[in-house]
């Protein structure tokens, strides 16, 4: 019965979606300017309303970089929200006894306004940890004890500032070492607190708000080493009985790197341990994972974009065949002028990675993604 009626709607949502493209392409719309547009563009908040959330991310510059396109976007498409750079503890705790919360409030606030689902970025991680984190002075190291106190500061405290309002919080990101033969990676947490810093973590941020989920983030985790050792963290946790309620798959892509066999495989692997799966960070790179070259400085070649759109339509389908397992697919910047693509890993390149170009206008790849 339910799912008769999930399919109803679903078909109205459809329909609708489809007489708005229709009506866009045949250019009905008399308006102009970022807010006219938004009343036209079928919603991708609502296109997928019936299956999971859609979610953005960007930092606090952007409410007041007069970009009011990309702000518009980012009111109306979406339905979820993670603060790009702001709640990370450099930003937010940069001194043991001083805190920043301005920008991350600031962002909270329009995320509520615009009834979007806040997911906290992010609590332990190898980057963005200041040193005095693990030092008792200047390159004299901090006893394990410490820093556990002071990962428990710092979660009651940030994770109090918030509690009620942030739905999630990514406890633990990129713990999973690359290389092939190590288990998690070389980190200024690993080497403070052990191999069982990521249980140490998870403990604490449930006793700092047993009301938010908790999650573990990682990258590349459709691939099967990695994912194997992701299996191994999680399985461990649950053994030992701590509290986790699911994983980000942040799925920065490539145009090349796409393999839906496997995403959907690692998606069926980690519900099948009892976890809520979210696509944390999604995006897709029109450059491979080595490649250095700036090939496409002045705009991206349409037979490229058509391709995007090809591979952003084969996701979704196994985001959809799997919605039952997902509740957020969260994109890592609005459009493809806010991307971190183009300055990393490579400074001052512009990449092309999300669905909407650096005017704000749809791309390809947007419109393959709302047609379903
Ligand atoms: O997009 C973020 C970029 O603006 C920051 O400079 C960078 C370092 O803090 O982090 C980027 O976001 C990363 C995220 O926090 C974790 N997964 C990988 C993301 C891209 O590097």
């Known amino acids: 019965m339910k799912q008769t009626k999930r399919n109803v709607l679903a078909q109205w949502v459809r329909a609708l979606s489809g007489v708005m493209l229709t009506l866009l392409a045949a250019g009905c719309s008399t308006q102009s300017g970022a807010e006219a547009q938004q009343d036209v563009l079928p919603n991708l908040r609502d296109v997928y309303a019936h299956d999971f959330r859609v979610g953005v991310a960007f930092s606090h510059g952007l409410l007041d970089s007069g970009d009011?396109?990309?702000?518009?976007?980012a009111g109306t498409q979406f339905n979820a929200f993670t603060p790009e750079n702001?709640?990370?503890?450099?930003?937010?705790?940069?001194?043991?006894?001083?805190?920043?919360?301005?920008p991350a409030d600031a962002l909270m606030l329009f995320a509520e306004q615009h009834h979007m689902s806040v997911t906290g970025h992010t609590l332990v991680w190898h980057q963005e940890s200041p040193n005095w984190i693990f030092e008792d002075a200047p390159g004299v190291p901090a006893s394990?004890?410490?820093?556990?106190?002071?990962?428990?500061?710092?979660?009651r405290t940030v994770m109090g500032h918030y509690r009620g309002r942030i739905h999630g919080w990514d406890v633990v990101n990129e713990a999973i070492s690359t290389k092939k033969d190590e288990w998690l990676r070389d980190s200024p947490w690993l080497k403070a607190l052990g191999e069982d810093y990521?249980?140490?973590?998870?403990?604490?941020?449930?006793?700092?708000?047993?009301?938010a989920e908790l999650?573990?983030?990682?990258?590349?985790?459709?691939?099967?080493?990695?994912?194997?050792?992701?299996?191994?963290?999680i399985k461990r946790l649950q053994d030992r009985g701590?509290?986790?309620?699911?994983?980000?798959?942040?799925?920065?892509f490539t145009l090349k790197s796409v393999d839906t066999a496997e995403v959907a495989k690692t998606i069926e692997t980690f519900a099948a341990m009892g976890l809520r799966v979210n696509i944390s960070e999604l995006d897709m790179s029109l450059y491979g994972y080595g490649d250095r070259d700036n090939r496409y400085p002045d705009g991206a070649p349409a037979e490229l974009l058509a391709e995007q759109a090809d591979q952003y339509a084969a996701l979704f389908q196994v985001f959809l065949t799997h919605h039952d397992k997902l509740d957020r697919i969260t994109f890592w910047g609005v459009h493809d002028g806010l991307s971190y693509a183009n300055y990393m890993p490579v400074k001052d390149r512009p990449d092309y990675p999300l669905l909407f170009d650096r005017a704000g206008k749809p791309k390809p790849a947007f419109y393959a993604v709302v047609k379903r």
Request: proline residues 4%; hydrophobic residues 40%.
């Open 242 to 252: 701590v509290h986790i309620d699911g994983i980000g798959l942040q799925g920065h």
């Open 215 to 233: 999650y573990y983030n990682d990258y590349n985790l459709e691939q099967p080493v990695k994912r194997e050792k992701a299996v191994r963290l």
């Open 198 to 211: 990521v249980e140490q973590a998870f403990r604490l941020a449930r006793e700092a708000d047993p009301g």
């Open 144 to 155: 394990r004890e410490t820093v556990l106190l002071r990962l428990r500061e710092h979660m």
């Open 68 to 73: 009011a396109a990309a702000l518009a976007l």
């Open 86 to 102: 702001d709640m990370k503890w450099a930003n937010i705790h940069p001194k043991e006894n001083a805190y920043n919360y301005g």
